[in-house]
């Protein structure tokens, strides 16, 4: 997709301090990056910016402007402060409920009739891994410990590397797991001195871990099921359905898509090329018509 980048005028628009400059500068980041924060608080996100700003020693937003154009690194900060995430295994349990009791079987019921037994799930803006993780359980939950003899991979992807690190570590205050059945916790995460919980082996070896930018990168191939929720709360309608559009290219025929309980499937990908599954828990399934 071709952005523009800033002109001259709006460079000057940006070093004038205030609220038009703030305006002009979100402006400017929708449509040279896609970045929409428009559900933000104004005073949250100029509380942020103004902290990233003066971190780097940046004075007004025409230079931030100029720093954000040439340094990738700079613009990952801003967008890993802006959208601090916030989250827990299992978060949304009737959603991961849904998944164990309808999405599961369908998936386990067509590789059966097939013959095959290669599962990919792919968890597209997996933050610090506990949704990755929880998608693994629920394959273990719904089929045990030998995954009913299919082989399950979880794909788990962000554009921030540190949030990656983060989950390959696999470590993990005990609040987190407060949705997670205690026979699951005691089975495949271990407790350490100090109370934290850190992901256990059989779990760890369900994961693959990938920085990838779903807005910039070649998506994944031949998935089977797809978790991308509360990630395009920070994109524009167009980049949505834009994303959704290559997930379904990404999703094998009768594949799911699971998004955020606030997010919703733009109605034209409804007609003829996702179905839905269940609307409250943001459930679809790509159509094989």
Known sequence: MSVPSATADSQAAFGQQGEAAFSQFLAWLRSRWGLDWSSYRPDYLQRRIGICMSAAGIRNYAEY???LERDPQALDRLRNDITVNVTEFLRDAPTFAAFRSV??????????????????????????????????????????????????????TDIDED??????????????????????????????????????????????????????????KHVDI???????????????????????????????LVLGRTETMPPALLDGEFVTVDSEERIYQKSTA
């Open 163 to 220: 949030s990656l690190q983060r989950a390959r570590a696999g470590v993990y205050p005990s609040q987190s797991l407060k949705n997670v059945p205690p026979a699951l916790a005691a089975n495949y995460f271990r407790e350490r001195p100090d109370g934290a919980r850190v992901v256990g082996e059989t779990l760890r070896g369900m994961l693959r871990f990938q920085r990838l930018d779903l807005l910039n990168d070649e998506p994944l």
């Open 65 to 67: 402007v100029r720093r």
């Open 226 to 256: 797809i978790f991308c929720r509360y990630v395009f709360i920070y994109f524009s309608r167009e980049l949505q359905e834009r994303a959704i559009r290559s997930f379904h290219q990404s999703l094998n025929n009768g594949g799911f």
């Open 103 to 156: 999405v599961i079987p369908q998936v386990v019921a067509t590789k059966q009739k097939a013959g095959t037994s290669l599962v990919r799930t792919w968890s597209a803006g997996c933050a610090s891994g506990e949704e990755p993780y929880s998608i693994a359980l629920c394959f273990l939950e719904a089929l045990g410990r030998d995954l009913g003899g299919l082989w399950v991979c979880v794909h788990a």
